[in-house]
């Protein structure tokens, strides 16, 4: 696939995070865990210079595997926590790797819930070697609260019937295959694999919530109309957890425009056993209803399904029976193909 | 006005904030920055010994004026910062007044942004004394995200068409007024000045956002069927910055029953020229809509009307033709009468 960073090289350098990327998998046995990593390698594969693994491992990217004095000879800046595990802690065994990495003269790149610098042997091997440890969960200070005033440029926000079906993949995606027509985008990265992806954004879920509007303004801020910021969306209005997280995204981000992010055949909000996944309807409805107070032109450019888990003939027919159900493009970005192309035709309507 | 303090006076000295209070004023001379004070001299007057000036104040209460240890003899255990001014700071000119009152023996309570603790003589004072600092600003650690599980009990939540209008003087008389139904009920507080009128609550606005819907959870938890819990609303779903805190606090509250609060006569959302004041109708609509994803059965009880700024006869009109208009019950609660006791009655309904 083809880079989505938004920042060349050298600006990520000045402003973002430190890539090219040292991808550390530990001691991962289970790929599940990986996400992160495997997100990484997908989308912006050319910044990442290989995978560091330690004894025990059993899940791979498929990168080159090197030591990290290896991967600062072949350019690496930072080294990336791809991996996740159970309660979001760095295990024990990882603490050697980490302070080889340091040594070796990598920046240290975090979305786990734990800090980087809590752990006292990385805190003093960071201070010792002049390296950085970052938490992207980290937000910003001096967030201000939304200003609601209208900006210029074109927004496009992904929104969902749920949470983790596919709203970072499909901006993604849309971001790509925009760019690929010619125009100006940008990728806002709103958690934390999307951030190391893009090599810059806001953990919008960990903004203190008076200033979550606040936080989308910054992240999508008025840009040349010609302009598109294809913005990464997180859980969903009518989930019974994170409506909060979502209504100040949309509202911050002001979207011209956004597609609802569905996965067919997903009966249950994920989680969340008695709460039925609501109709991509309702969501529309709502995203309308509640986006209007600061996009009153907002407007649904169509559906993005998650067909992964059918056949290629079933995901066909899903995706045409939602296209007519609701008169609006539905495609599966991750398929791509005409139905995708109609999804962008209508993003930029 | 009687008490509307959830906790009786031990139980709050045990859980809550430590109270009888002090009321300290500073050295303010504008009305408009004590309405802490006069809240808590309002709703909780029984609850406030007195009031602590310094040289050159011209804001009163009516409360005796009483220095730091004619408070304690009098019964005082806790003196609440009862002015805000521009900025939340606390100015270099208060520090003498509150390291007496600590040496008093009073604990002391703020709401204000800049954090007690944060100022060395405060810190230094309040360790050599034994007493504490408590910043209701500040969330409980430990909240977790929304469950989403219905849970027995009535909860009425106030909710707005804007900030600032009257939401939680609307549920302090629905507390007090089914109170006096001889009903179970509690104020549920969700900012500072609630906070300090319940002597407990959450600041819904200062938790992070993915936890929102948590906190509001743990702040009306599962009740007897025949309990009441009156949420004090914030913000306004249709506000272009704070609605992220209101969808929180809607999808966590899972009310069973809503009020919304309105200023007739307001055209233009507080501080954001440009934004109209949407419809109480619009704010049914969006409540309703959200609200079921966690509480399918909510319905709007009525509305509360802000008339402070008509006079009797024009506040009696616009109330009536509120209520023609909407087909519900609508009242000024600070006026009370028999459109109020209508409204408490849509309450239980």
Same mark, same amino acid.
């Given at each position: 696939?083809?880079?989505? #960073?938004?920042?060349?090289?050298?600006?990520?350098?000045?402003?973002?995070?430190?890539?090219?990327?040292?991808?550390?998998?530990?001691?991962?046995?289970?790929?599940?865990?990986?996400? +992160?990593?495997?997100?990484?390698?997908?989308?912006?594969?050319?910044? %990442?210079?290989?995978? *560091?693994? =330690?004894?025990?491992?059993?899940?791979?990217? /498929?990168?080159?595997?090197?030591?990290?004095?290896?991967?600062?000879?072949?350019?690496?800046?930072?080294?990336?926590?791809?991996?996740?595990?159970?309660?979001?802690?760095?295990? @024990?065994?990882?603490?050697?790797?980490?302070?080889?990495?340091?040594?070796?003269?990598?920046?240290?790149?975090? /979305?786990?819930?734990?800090?980087?610098?809590?752990?006292?042997?990385?805190?003093?091997?960071?201070?010792?070697?002049?390296?950085? =440890?970052?938490?992207?969960?980290?937000?910003?200070?001096?967030?201000?609260?939304?200003?609601?005033? @209208?900006?210029?440029?074109?927004?496009?926000?992904?929104?969902?019937?749920?949470?983790?079906?596919?709203?970072?993949? #499909?901006?993604?995606?849309?971001?790509?295959?925009?760019?690929?027509?010619?125009?100006?985008?940008?990728?806002?990265?709103?958690?934390?694999?999307?951030?190391?992806?893009?090599?810059?954004?806001?953990?919008?879920?960990?903004?203190?919530?008076?200033?979550?509007?606040?936080?989308?303004?910054?992240?999508?801020?008025?840009?040349?109309?010609?302009?598109?910021?294809?913005?990464?969306?997180?859980?969903?209005?009518?989930?019974?957890?994170? /409506? #909060?997280?979502?209504?100040?995204?949309?509202?911050?981000?002001?979207?011209?425009?956004?597609?609802? %992010?569905?996965?067919? /055949?997903?009966?249950?909000?994920?989680?969340?056993?008695?709460?039925?996944?609501?109709?991509?309807?309702?969501?529309?409805?709502?995203?309308?209803?509640?986006?209007?107070? +600061?996009?009153?032109?907002?407007? %649904?450019?169509?559906?993005?399904?998650? +067909?992964?888990?059918?056949?290629?003939?079933?995901?066909?027919?899903?995706?045409?029976?939602?296209?007519?159900?609701?008169?609006?493009?539905?495609?599966?970005?991750? @398929?791509?193909?005409?139905? *995708?192309?109609?999804?962008?035709?209508? %993003?930029?309507?």
């Amino acid at each position: 696939m083809s880079s989505i #960073a938004t920042a060349p090289r050298d600006e990520a350098a000045e402003d973002g995070l430190p890539s090219p990327y040292l991808l550390f998998l530990g001691d991962t046995v289970e790929p599940g865990y990986a996400k +992160t990593a495997f997100g990484l390698r997908d989308w912006v594969g050319e910044r %990442c210079v290989g995978e *560091f693994t =330690l004894p025990g491992a059993r899940v791979s990217t /498929g990168l080159p595997r090197l030591a990290p004095r290896q991967a600062v000879a072949a350019g690496a800046r930072g080294l990336v926590i791809g991996v996740a595990n159970a309660g979001g802690i760095i295990p @024990r065994t990882w603490i050697a790797g980490l302070v080889e990495a340091l040594e070796a003269g990598l920046d240290i790149i975090s /979305g786990m819930h734990a800090r980087l610098a809590d752990i006292p042997e990385l805190k003093a091997a960071a201070e010792r070697t002049g390296r950085r =440890l970052i938490d992207v969960r980290t937000p910003p200070k001096g967030i201000p609260v939304g200003a609601g005033v @209208r900006r210029s440029g074109r927004r496009i926000l992904t929104v969902g019937t749920d949470c983790a079906l596919g709203k970072k993949y #499909a901006a993604l995606a849309i971001t790509r295959g925009l760019r690929g027509r010619g125009l100006d985008v940008d990728f806002r990265a709103t958690g934390q694999t999307g951030i190391m992806i893009a090599g810059a954004g806001v953990p919008i879920d960990a903004v203190v919530s008076d200033f979550v509007a606040g936080a989308a303004e910054m992240l999508s801020p008025a840009a040349p109309p010609s302009h598109v910021d294809v913005i990464e969306g997180q859980g969903s209005l009518l989930h019974p957890a994170y /409506g #909060a997280v979502s209504l100040g995204l949309l509202q911050g981000s002001q979207p011209t425009a956004f597609v609802v %992010c569905h996965e067919p /055949g997903r009966a249950e909000i994920l989680g969340y056993a008695g709460h039925a996944v609501p109709s991509i309807e309702a969501v529309i409805s709502a995203t309308l209803a509640l986006g209007r107070v +600061t996009s009153p032109d907002i407007r %649904c450019a169509g559906i993005s399904l998650n +067909t992964g888990k059918l056949t290629p003939r079933a995901a066909q027919a899903e995706i045409e029976a939602v296209a007519e159900r609701l008169g609006l493009p539905a495609a599966d970005p991750m @398929r791509g193909g005409p139905a *995708f192309e109609r999804l962008l035709d209508a %993003c930029l309507a």
